[in-house]
């Protein structure tokens, strides 16, 4: 059943590329980089593609403006399509790349210092407890080899 469901949205997707053929061209040229950053991106939230697709979408979008503003035939998305317009559009894919990869930089850096924040926080109340109840609240006491607490106030035997 959802076999037929995908047949059709990829001849629909097909048929919608060919009739907007100039678009198609434009886009697809200049989106390359969020199409190889879609493959690339592994994880379950997608988000280096989303990143990357999005702020490269952004900075296609005034060249595609051109080319609907400027009648939208195969001839005109290939004058657009200069070195310097592609340059713009992989800067912004690039632009992409950069902001995930600071966004992700910023968010382990945060954690990371919340995890020592909250790691010195529970050492406190660990000393805390320790003076108030004992050595034995830390587990760290010494063993006998069947697993039974060894008591350090009985005397042992002189031999």
């Known amino acids: 059943m ?34 190889v950053a879609s493959f690339i991106d592994k994880t379950k939230e997608r988000l280096k593609a989303l990143t990357v697709g999005c702020v490269n979408l952004g900075f296609c979008f005034p060249y595609w403006m051109k ?4 009648g939208h035939t195969p001839e005109k998305a290939m004058q657009i399509l200069n070195p310097e317009s592609l340059i713009v559009m992989y800067l912004g894919a690039g632009l992409g790349y950069l902001l995930e990869w600071i966004c992700v930089y910023i968010s382990v850096t945060l954690t990371q210092k919340k995890n020592k924040s909250r790691l010195k926080s529970i050492e ?15 587990g760290n006491y010494p063993v006998d080899e069947h697993g039974f607490l060894i008591k350090t106030d009985e005397a042992k035997p002189a031999v």
């Open 124 to 138: 406190k109340e660990k000393q805390h407890l320790t003076e108030k109840w004992g050595v034995e609240v830390t």
């Open 2 to 35: 959802k076999n037929w469901r995908k047949s059709l949205l990829t001849l629909s997707f097909l048929g919608c590329a060919i009739f907007f053929l100039p678009s198609t061209i434009l886009l697809l040229t200049g989106m390359a980089p969020s199409i």
């Open 67 to 70: 080319l609907v503003q400027g």
